[in-house]
């Protein structure tokens, strides 16, 4: 699976495996997914509906009518074929995805992302390829055997894949849409082999012996120790529209200080730091939380705001490379971070306990590819339409304050 790790806000790849995982799946293109295996989690049917809700650069116009086309077999898997344009529901999920790495990664270090190697003599459009293939035909065998096992969707989950795949279809361009080939019908199908395939999964898992008491015991609480903090910031530097850095003049450094001092002040006076962003649009009011040493916020920052109690506040502002702070502690010892890596510590005995039965039932299908159709998809050029840049530079933005560099 492969992502951008963009929670740390640093545009680092993160490679995480070689072939499909049934959990990295769900953390890239299900919503709302289950911290345990007895929960079921919510699968990729809604990726789309999500992606276009926040930010692909697509139009809102009239909606499509769903017209009957003709789409090439791209793979058989067993006697079952995936045709084309069902495929191209995966190809345009991960290139939605990597569009928007591409852009930072051509920005910050001047080549594409799709070119850059994964591993040795394989590029990312090339190991994405291979896993838009793996993740299809894995998810036609799950569907299979879910429906052998009896499972079906229910009259909620037949709604929900309906409205989704409206939801698409009225989003998505008129040139994506001859591009992928998309209609009503074929995205609907796709979300059913979804739903109703995870739940196959959950069933597999769901007899997994996982001893979770152990696996806690082998992860040290202290190691994971989080701080959540709210803060008051205000920046000293802002951003182009190639996200190079921009430092303010003395003169707009001098005017930042004297605003984050006032709002000092205040937050002495007693003032809420909502109420105080509010009446002073130069500041920024949100929150962070980090672990010791991470890079969730600046090392700076991590020591003024560990020092701190329960509900205090910075008796003096804290400058970082990026601005002025103000902080307050909200939790000192949170188990967020540490939960998080029990949880993903048990994901991955789960991930390890299927990929042995996945591999095993998969045995069980010939699975053949048409090399003629599926040579002919080049992943990074082939749902998304690019658009001519800006011959000027966008109005600059202020840096992200977590931002550790």
């Known amino acids: 699976m492969l992502r951008l790790d963009l929670s740390k806000k640093r545009f680092k790849i993160i490679s995480t495996?070689?072939?499909?995982?049934?959990?990295d799946i769900a953390q890239v293109f299900i919503l709302n997914g289950g911290s345990k295996v007895k929960k079921t989690r919510r699968i990729m049917s809604l990726l789309l509906v999500?992606?276009?809700?926040?930010g692909m650069t697509l139009t809102t116009g009239c909606s499509k009518k769903d017209k009957a086309t003709t789409s090439p077999v791209v793979v058989t898997v067993g006697d079952k074929e995936i045709q084309l344009n069902e495929m191209m529901y995966y190809i345009y999920a991960v290139e939605t995805t990597g569009a928007s790495y591409d852009a930072a990664y051509q920005s910050y270090y001047g080549t594409s992302y799709w070119d850059m190697e994964y591993s040795e003599g394989v590029t990312m459009r090339e190991q994405t390829k291979k896993y838009v293939m793996d993740t299809a035909v894995m998810y036609e065998i799950l569907y299979e055997k879910a429906l052998a096992a009896g499972y079906t969707m229910t009259d909620e989950e037949k709604t929900e894949a309906e409205s989704n795949a409206d939801q698409i279809m009225t989003n998505i361009t008129e040139e994506q849409l001859k591009v992928t080939g998309f209609t009503k019908d074929v995205l609907t199908k796709v979300q059913e082999k979804l739903i109703v395939g995870e739940k196959y999964y959950n069933e597999l898992a769901e007899g997994y012996d996982i001893n979770e008491d152990e696996i806690k015991s082998g992860i040290k609480a202290e190691d994971y120790k989080q701080y959540d903090t709210e803060y008051l910031f205000v920046p000293t530097q802002t951003y182009d529209a190639n996200y190079q850095p921009v430092v303010l003049t003395d003169e707009e450094k001098e005017a930042a200080l004297t605003s984050i001092k006032n709002a000092l002040d205040k937050v002495k006076a007693g003032e809420e730091f909502s109420a105080i962003a509010e009446a002073d649009t130069t500041l920024q009011n949100s929150t962070v939380n980090f672990v010791y040493g991470d890079t969730n916020a600046e090392t700076a920052y991590?020591?003024?705001a560990i020092k701190l109690d329960n509900d205090a506040v910075t008796n003096d502002i804290v400058e970082t490379s990026l601005g002025y702070y103000i902080i307050k502690m909200v939790n000192n010892n949170s188990t967020e971070s540490y939960d998080a890596a029990v949880d993903e510590?048990?994901?991955a005995k789960q991930q390890e306990a299927f990929d042995a039965d996945y591999e095993n039932i998969k045995k069980e299908y010939t699975i053949t590819v048409n090399d003629a159709e599926w040579d002919k998809?080049?992943?990074?050029?082939?749902?998304?339409?690019s658009t001519p840049a800006p011959t000027q530079a966008a109005t600059?933005?202020?840096?992200t304050p977590t931002v550790a560099e």
Not at 50 to 54: P, Y
Request: glycine content about 4%.
């Open 377 to 385: 998809i080049v992943m990074g050029q082939t749902t998304i339409i």
């Open 50 to 54: 999500c992606v276009l809700a926040i």
């Open 17 to 23: 495996c070689m072939h499909v995982k049934i959990h």
């Open 396 to 399: 600059t933005v202020t840096p």
């Open 345 to 347: 510590a048990i994901k």
């Open 302 to 304: 991590q020591d003024a």
